[in-house]
């Protein structure tokens, strides 16, 4: 497979990054609706104890796309040293636009069937389009199951609400800039940086010329918005109390925080738009060699980690011995 995607003359190229680790559960979902929004995804693994290696392996060789491994260096967040990974990678020199997401982050063009068709009413004008979050809580569902996140998750907060005002960009020319970071670049090179929210507003430099623009309070859902699945299930949510996070290397997985952000407020029901185009590219997803197998085998491994969570052996969690049972199934 060639390094970097083969398109057809004339078309945009569209690049999405993460960074992931223990996401295998989650992979083939996160992938489909990239590669319905027409991008290629680039994803750079650490220190997986799952199998999401062998999986996005499986999707890397039907060239849906690009891994890249790296572990941290004492004191380096996971996110400093997935970007580090990155630099100077051939996909950033190929790419027309990047989106940079995490795996629980789902862009939602309100208007639009894809990305390309978000930047015909966007423009293309800007260096980068800044979509702001809008943060979905749990819903009352406490315990995981092998469902789509963005079919299961249907209330969020209230768009106003200030745990929304934090941005993602979908950028322009990504080696123009010095460095790339999870909300938006720094440093663009022999140029003003020129990023704008959705309602064509430029986003103000807040905090210095070496440290990101994370977010702008003037909250906008024009045109688009970035489902952020910051909690999934009450349970999923638990397995990250006392962890660090992976862009701050803190433990801000709180009570608190669980508090602040599990707001269901209003039924948001955006996503549900593309059913038909994702269903037919899930379908193909679990139709690629290994996939179906590798997908069911991360739900096992996720399993164990709930059962672990709540003091039992994977055998004794319902869940661990269906993914078994479809693992093992021909």
Request: proline share 6%; glycine share 6%.
């Amino acid at each position: 497979m060639s390094l970097c995607p083969v398109q057809p003359p004339g078309a945009e190229r569209l690049l999405v990054f993460a960074a992931m680790r223990n996401e295998g559960a989650f992979a083939v979902e996160w992938l489909c609706w990239q590669r319905m929004l027409g991008f290629h995804a680039l994803i750079a693994l650490n220190d997986c104890t799952d199998r999401s290696p062998d999986l996005l392996g499986a999707f890397e060789r039907a060239g849906w796309c690009t891994l890249v491994a790296h572990s941290p260096r004492p004191g380096q967040t996971a996110k400093q040293s997935a970007f580090r990974a990155i630099r100077g990678h051939p996909l950033l020199r190929w790419a027309d636009w990047l989106w940079v997401c995490d795996a629980d982050e789902f862009l939602v063009p309100l208007e639009a069937e894809d990305a390309s068709g978000l930047l015909d009413r966007l423009g293309r004008d800007a260096e980068g389009w800044a979509i702001h979050w809008r943060c979905f809580g749990d819903g009352g569902q406490a315990r995981w199951s092998d469902r789509p996140v963005h079919r299961t998750f249907l209330r969020a907060a209230p768009r106003a609400k200030g745990i929304n005002v934090f941005v993602k960009t979908l950028l322009r020319d990504p080696l123009r800039w010095r460095r790339l970071t999870d909300h938006t670049p720094i440093g663009a090179a022999g140029a003003a940086e020129d990023i704008r929210d959705t309602e064509g507003r430029r986003l103000a430099r807040l905090a210095g010329p070496d440290r990101p623009v994370r977010f702008c309070e003037a909250i906008t859902h024009r045109h688009a918005q970035v489902n952020h699945y910051v909690i999934r299930w009450t349970d999923s949510f638990d397995l990250k109390r006392g962890t660090p996070s992976a862009t701050a290397g803190i433990d801000r997985y709180t009570a608190g925080f669980f508090r602040s952000h599990n707001d269901n407020s209003e039924e948001d029901r955006s996503a549900l738009r593309f059913a038909a185009r994702f269903d037919a590219l899930h379908a193909e997803a679990m139709a690629l060699p290994g996939v179906r197998r590798l997908h069911h085998l991360c739900c096992m491994d996720y399993a164990a980690r709930l059962a672990a969570r709540a003091g039992l052996l994977p055998e004794q969690d319902p869940r661990w011995r269906h993914h078994r049972s479809e693992a093992l199934r021909p």
